[in-house]
């Protein structure tokens, strides 16, 4: 027998038979009354045992006191050629409760895992099948919206897959030169033909802003995701919110299960990295974010190309749009929120449109001492989508009140107007987050 499996039949024994000794000595000692010992922990040599007792420090001094006695209980009821010394220790916060806890979540950790991996691996062999397959992210598309379904798309026609991207509000110039960008469609023109539809980096499904029919005509969906709100509203949900971008997430698959990966795959894949994980500056960018870059750098890509296709490639009305706005931030809660709010007249007055103030939020998190950065811009008739950023904070509670999503750091959702109303809503979600 192993010295562990002997250690803890020992313990064991010896956990009963005081039990058994404890429910009669509390007969005439109310102290020990609700005592309970919640384990023996046995030395290598089994000549020492540590007997951990729920119960106050009194009772555990008066268990000591009497140690002698209950190791001549322990001596006459098990037989031992050697019994043990025993010292009784306060359980407190249940070091064993703790290490179980640990245990258990190592066990799910496990089992996510392995969930995990089996969804992977059902999606790859679906999308595999398939024929005629539609992917979609949401309206106003950011990197990795367009990085993540044009790297799944062009990976999926190069297996001989019919596959289209299709995209509510189309792709800004600046992920124009992506490879496939061009021949993305609105989802307005589409037809129901597909067999399965694929949303990627999709929080919710009303943001695809797909016709009931589209939707009714796939046989199969699937959600491949990394918001932490995100919901499993497909028949398929691979979400992983440990992860830096929805494009990790497909990197995955098309790693453990070889999907064709060539330079404009690489270069999509890497843009929607690049771009979630604010160039590598957010928390999100673990090793295994560096990993990827690395590997898709080798896959030729230029950083740089990258880089200054996206970033360092701004019309001059963004700009004067961003002058405008930076112009009339407003403060709050001690300066510790800057808000940004951008009317139909800042859009009309600089020649701009809603894809023009992508990033501008940041701008408002970037001021020191702010903890929140709040962008509310124009969206419709009296309607406005609101975009926060925090620094530490975790703003996901905020979106999620008002029915939106996204991350711990960067969330977003939609109000209705009169603009005065929406910010005030606004305003006391987050004094509450802020107090
Ligand atoms: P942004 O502020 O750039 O529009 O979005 C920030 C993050 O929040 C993104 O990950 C985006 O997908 C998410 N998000 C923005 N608006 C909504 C929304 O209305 N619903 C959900 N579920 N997520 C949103
Ligand atoms: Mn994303």
Known sequence: ????????????????????????????????????????????????????????????????????????????SMHMKYVPNIVFIKDSLTEEAY???????????????????????????????????????????DGDNIGSTLGLVNSLRQIGKKAIVANKTGIPDNFMFLYGADKVISTDNLKPEFDIIVFADCGSIERADLKDNILDSAVTTINIDHHKTSTNYADCNLIDPDAPSTSFVIYKMFKHHDFPINKDIAEALYAALLTDTGSFRYSSTSPAAFDMASELISCEVDPWHVASSIYENKKPSQLKLLGKLLSKIEYYFDNRLALITITQDDFDTTETTAADSEGIANYARAISGVEIGALIRIEGNDTYKVSLRSKNLDVTPIATAFDGGGHKNASGFSLTGPLNKAKINLLSEIRKLLS
């Open 1 to 76: 027998m192993s010295t562990q499996i002997r250690q803890r039949r020992i313990a064991s024994e010896i956990q009963r038979v005081l039990m058994q000794e404890l429910a009669k000595v509390s007969m005439d000692n109310k102290e020990l009354f609700s005592v309970n010992i919640s384990y023996v922990k046995m030395s290598k040599d089994l000549n020492h045992a540590k007997i951990y007792v729920s119960g106050n420090s009194k009772s555990v001094d008066a268990l000591n006191e009497e140690k002698g006695r209950y190791k001549t209980v322990v001596a006459k």
């Open 99 to 141: 290490k179980v806890d640990k245990l258990l979540k190592k066990i799910k950790q496990e089992d996510a895992i392995v969930d995990y991996n089996t969804t992977e691996k059902k999606i790859a062999e679906i999308l595999k099948q398939g024929e005629k397959i539609l992917i979609v992210s949401h309206i106003n598309p």
